[in-house]
């Protein structure tokens, strides 16, 4: 069992920046982590993940603007999102896969909205 608690969600200029977090509550290394987001009427969809080989994959929407690290020892996730743009407005979710099981866990999620 984990919990997975986000943060650093709020409105947002275009254009502007913010940086969301996420804490597990237990070490991540067991984890494959991944950011997904859930705009209103829309599927939930990745937003990006840690690849096994140590890299990130990107959404084609979200590339070049967001980037997604990770501080093992704090047990933590974090997406940078740069150039925000009204349709990145979403609740965004932190997931976290037990690496060669289908277990899964999410996050409540963290509202950003991007609007003038």
């Known amino acids: 069992q984990v919990r997975f608690v986000e943060s650093g969600g709020g409105l947002v200029q275009p254009g502007g920046s913010l940086r969301l977090s996420c804490v597990a509550s237990?070490?991540?290394?067991?984890?494959?982590m991944a950011w997904y987001r859930q705009a209103p009427g829309k599927e939930r969809e990745l937003v990006a993940e840690?690849?096994?080989?140590?890299?990130?994959n990107y959404a084609d929407s979200v590339k070049g603007r967001f980037t997604a690290s990770r501080d093992d020892a704090k047990n933590t996730v974090y997406l940078q999102m740069n150039s925000l743009k009204p349709e990145d407005t979403a609740v965004y979710y932190c997931?976290?896969?037990?690496?060669?099981?289908?277990?899964?866990?999410w996050g409540q999620g963290t509202q950003v909205t991007v609007a003038s």
């Open positions: 840690f690849t096994s080989g140590g890299g990130q």
């Open positions: 237990r070490s991540i290394r067991l984890f494959r």
């Open positions: 997931r976290g896969a037990i690496i060669d099981s289908t277990l899964e866990y």
